[in-house]
């Protein structure tokens, strides 16, 4: 191969690498957001579920103070029923202690409904209690293993620097502006594979004579669709060639 074209792939790697490595650091702080986020949504439904309790036991203070205004009304109508002196008075006053009990056995069911829903309540802030718990562990180690691996990105990045200032030294002044104008032009991809007789980036067909002389890797040859200076592996092609007969 020809020595300015290993460079060049090298090169051309180590660009690769390097831009995918900015754009997952500088994403860092979305995807702690997201994080956030998650949390922030385990911890709701908790508050959620709290606050549901809350009124339901502002609902079962309530019924309690009227079923002790009732049960009030219900004791005093039967000593009432006891000063009674005619039928009618009798017959009246059993009829509102009749409607009391009615309203006492019915606050009741109310009072009994509010304390089986705030059991359930109560299991529902467990379940998103555990939930949230469960979440921030895994957001927790989720973080931790995303901040280990945009550290170890840092140091990479530091370490292809130097590698790539010694590759741009050892190339002609003219072969890396020949680079640098193709990967401005091509969103910093400047250096790609001929497989099959096509450009990988463009996907368009080279001519047979120049895809054969790409085929040496003795010369820097650009695409005539996109300008990408193009190089060839053996292995990729006979792993395809494989492949078709399968």
Same mark, same amino acid.
């Given at each position: ?11 051309q790697?180590?660009?690769?690498f ?43 203070? +309530? ?23 005619t ?16 309203e006492?056995?019915?606050? *009741?069911?109310?009072?009994? *409904?509010?304390?089986i829903?705030a059991?359930?309540?109560?299991q ?11 979440e ?36 002609p ?11 401005? +032009?091509?969103? +910093? ?32 040859i650009q ?24």
């Amino acid at each position: 191969m020809h020595p300015d074209l290993d460079r060049l792939i090298r090169l051309q790697q180590i660009e690769t690498f390097s831009d995918s490595a900015r754009r997952r650091i500088a994403d860092l702080p979305d995807r702690v957001r997201a994080f956030d986020a998650r949390l922030s949504t385990a911890r709701e439904a908790v508050d959620a579920a709290r606050a549901r309790l809350s009124g339901n036991q502002l609902a079962r203070r +309530g019924l309690d103070r009227e079923l002790a205004a009732v049960q009030g009304r219900l004791a005093k109508f039967k000593d009432q029923l006891m000063e009674v002196k005619t039928n009618r008075e009798y017959q009246a006053m059993q009829k509102e202690i009749e409607v009391a009990q009615t309203e006492v056995r019915r606050t *009741e069911d109310r009072i009994l *409904e509010r304390m089986i829903e705030a059991d359930e309540i109560d299991q529902d802030i467990k379940t998103a209690a555990a939930a949230a718990a469960a979440e921030q562990a895994a957001v927790r180690d989720e973080r931790g293993r995303l901040e280990k691996e945009v550290a170890a990105l840092e140091r990479e990045l530091d370490s292809v620097s130097a590698a790539r200032q010694a590759l741009m030294a050892e190339l002609p002044a003219g072969v890396l502006a020949l680079f640098e104008h193709v990967s401005k +032009g091509r969103r +910093g991809v400047a250096v790609a594979e001929a497989r099959d007789g096509h450009c990988t980036m463009c996907n368009v067909r080279l001519r047979p004579q120049v895809f054969n002389d790409i085929r040496t890797n003795e010369s820097i040859i650009q695409c005539d669709s996109c300008q990408r200076i193009l190089y060839f592996t053996p292995r990729a092609e006979v792993a395809a060639g494989q492949a078709d007969s399968q």
